[in-house]
């Protein structure tokens, strides 16, 4: 690219994913964001919902027209919930516009399956065949140049970089993976539930969509394409009274014996030069606070040498790495730009 920055708008600016592309874009070195878009509240301004922008984000809301995005902006964010991106989508393709987007819409490559999980009628099957699976770490080199990246879902994110390098390796048997994955609410959206509410969340831990949540296919589906064979996975998700932060802890035999010591040398040297990935040392495992607020994805391992099996532990903030974090990675890796442009922020902590 030359100097000048890229212009960038984002449909659906309010809701979590929204505001967190904001937060991370206004830092960005070769990016300008030109327009935030709102389909139920456009005219307004931002702050009139997100009063912690005021001063910083100036710009009224604009409502949802493609040809006036297209007007303004060279790449779009949709951060909209599935089913929408569905229609949305091949509308800001038709106009010119490179697309980012944050739902699980694109992700499935077979439009059965995606009907069957996700209860919306698929994209066309050949948007499905264009859009470019952003798991960025792993996929990151077909994202250069394409015009439509369909960013990961955020247990998916977690799960497969814990499991991917020990399923290429051949270490893990692919039958007997069992994932147990935790997250917090704001993974459910800004949109009020009966489930997300406080007094239903609050000192309370439940499981939901046990063997039916619409991450199940994804996983599956790049597991498979790793494997060179079908993997299926029992997953399990629960909510925990926290904002942010998922945890996706995974069980799986070993073919044969390994240790600790070698899971760590076998995770460091997949993931050598790839920033925000950080393997824990022997014996150490990540919490989701130590990637609070950042693109991080922490990884750690106990092997069982009693039964054979190793558990591995991934953590990251569901909003970012989860959602506008690893969009933001996929925005620089689609432009040819070093991946941790403006995601270089260390976690809040405490
Ligand atoms: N929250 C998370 O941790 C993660 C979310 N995701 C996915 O990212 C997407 C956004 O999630 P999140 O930000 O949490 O969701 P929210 O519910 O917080 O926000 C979604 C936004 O989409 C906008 N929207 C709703 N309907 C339409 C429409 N018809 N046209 C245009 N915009 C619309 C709404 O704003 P308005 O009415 O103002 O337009 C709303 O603010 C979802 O698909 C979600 O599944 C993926 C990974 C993690
Ligand atoms: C806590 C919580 O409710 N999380 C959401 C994650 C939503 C999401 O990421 O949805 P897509 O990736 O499918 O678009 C859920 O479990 O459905």
Avoid at 177 to 186: M, P, T
């Amino acid at each position: 690219m030359s100097g000048e920055k890229v212009k960038v708008a984002i449909v659906g600016s309010t809701g979590y994913g929204g505001v967190e592309l904001i937060r991370f874009l206004l830092g960005h070195p070769n990016v300008e964001i030109v327009s935030v878009i709102s389909a139920s509240s456009a005219g307004v301004p931002i702050t009139d919902g997100f009063p912690h922008l005021s001063e910083i984000v100036t710009q009224n809301l604009d409502g949802v027209n493609p040809a006036e995005i297209a007007e303004k902006a060279d790449v779009v964010f949709t951060a909209t919930p599935s089913g929408v991106s569905t229609r949305l989508v091949p509308q800001l393709l038709e106009v010119g516009l490179k697309v980012i987007d944050l739902s699980g819409d694109f992700r499935i490559k077979d439009g059965a399956t995606y009907e069957a999980w996700y209860k919306h009628e698929a994209p066309e099957s050949k948007l499905l065949e264009q859009a470019v699976y952003g798991l960025s770490e792993i996929y990151g080199d077909d994202v250069h140049g394409k015009d439509l990246i369909s960013n990961p879902g955020c247990y998916s994110t977690a799960t497969l970089l814990g499991l991917i390098p020990a399923l290429n390796a051949g270490w893990i048997d692919p039958s007997s993976i069992i994932i147990d994955a935790k997250s917090g609410v704001s993974g459910a959206g800004r949109g009020t539930s009966l489930t997300s509410h406080y007094a239903e969340i609050n000192e309370n831990f439940k499981a939901y969509k046990v063997n039916k949540h619409q991450h199940i296919p994804e996983i599956e589906q790049v597991l498979s394409n790793i494997n060179g064979e079908p993997v299926t996975v029992t997953f399990t998700t629960h909510l925990v009274p926290m904002t942010r932060g998922i945890m996706s802890t995974m069980y799986a035999g070993m073919k044969e014996a390994h240790t600790d010591e070698e899971f760590v040398k076998l995770y460091r040297q997949y993931y050598e030069g790839r920033s925000f990935v950080r393997v824990r040392g022997a014996g150490k495992w990540p919490a989701t606070k130590e990637v609070f607020c950042s693109n991080y994805c922490d990884i750690g391992f106990a092997v069982d040498e009693r039964t054979g099996r190793v558990t591995i532990i991934s953590v990251i903030d569901n909003v970012v790495k989860g959602a506008a974090g690893q969009a933001i990675q996929n925005l620089n890796l689609m432009m040819g730009w070093d991946e941790t442009t403006g995601l270089k922020l260390s976690p809040v902590y405490p």
